[in-house]
């Protein structure tokens, strides 16, 4: 079990402002989850110029998400680009000893037309992805991604807990996106406690995906801690917040330091 600060936060031009945000932590312990912006070519010089860095820290990271889509036909531009994208993504997980690697099923806006063909085509693309990642000594991991608001929750929440029983990845699965889409937190995390291996936190007031700090929405974030803390105790727990928080460096480091002082509270029994 970690906390681990997702660089979601940051544009390539600001990626060095997570250093800083580590330092004041004084947290040596904290991780970070690596969201890659392949699509800005200064983004991997950013990344190579702080190899040292990232590796000191414990490390999982984000599946490609700019201008990428995996529910892509295969043989189109945009399947192309995107298994691109992902074996890039391989390369440098594999370089810094990262724990998983998160899938999104898709990106995009879902039609009812298109749904079914969506699906087909992601998890036809997910099973490419998880023989090519065994090259690598990586493993893949899957998100409920999208939001109603949005138009691109291809997966409800039964569908989303059925496919994950069925599949052989195991599962990041985000707080936030579940609160937008109106889902039973409890129920999910019940259901899937064994697949679990780490959790998206971020709050916001159940429509748009905001990624506000983990009190700043309507999720009982306590809630949530003594459901996480009785059914799946090892898992990570990722603060994954959006751009506007980005300078915001005090408010971090205390939901930081809050994390920490929850997870230090004996677990609740079964």
């Not at 945009?78 to 993504?89: C, E, G, L, N, S």
Request: aromatic fraction near 10%.
């Amino acid at each position: 079990m970690g906390i681990l600060i997702s660089t979601n936060l940051y544009n390539t031009k600001e990626f060095e402002k997570l250093f800083e945000l580590l330092e004041i932590t004084e947290d040596t312990n904290v991780g970070i989850e690596i969201f890659p912006i392949w699509n800005d070519a200064e983004f991997e010089n950013k990344l190579k110029e702080n190899i040292n860095k990232i590796k000191s820290r414990n490390i999982s990271f984000h599946g490609p998400y700019y201008n990428s889509e995996h529910s892509a036909k295969k043989g189109t531009s945009a399947y192309d680009r995107t298994m691109d994208y992902m074996k890039k993504t391989l390369e440098y997980a594999q370089m810094l000893n990262s724990n998983y690697i998160i899938y999104h099923h898709n990106n995009r806006k879902v039609s009812f037309k298109e749904k079914l063909e969506m699906i087909k085509n992601s998890n036809e693309n997910l099973m490419e992805i998880n023989n090519i990642a065994k090259k690598y000594n990586q493993e893949i991991v899957v998100e409920n991604c999208g939001v109603l608001s949005n138009d691109n929750m291809l997966l409800n929440e039964n569908e989303f807990i059925e496919l994950c029983r069925f599949i052989p990845n195991k599962v990041v699965l985000d707080i936030g996106h579940a609160n937008c889409n109106g889902w039973n937190l409890e129920k999910v995390i019940k259901k899937l406690k064994f697949k679990i291996v780490a959790y998206h936190v971020h709050n916001n007031y159940g429509w748009i995906d905001e990624h506000n700090r983990i009190y700043d929405g309507n999720i009982d974030f306590e809630k949530f801690i003594k459901i996480y803390k009785r059914s799946t105790p090892d898992t990570d727990l990722v603060i994954e917040y959006s751009r506007n928080l980005n300078n915001d460096l005090q408010g971090i480091t205390k939901d930081i330091k809050q994390l920490g002082e929850l997870l230090l509270v004996e677990p609740i029994a079964n």
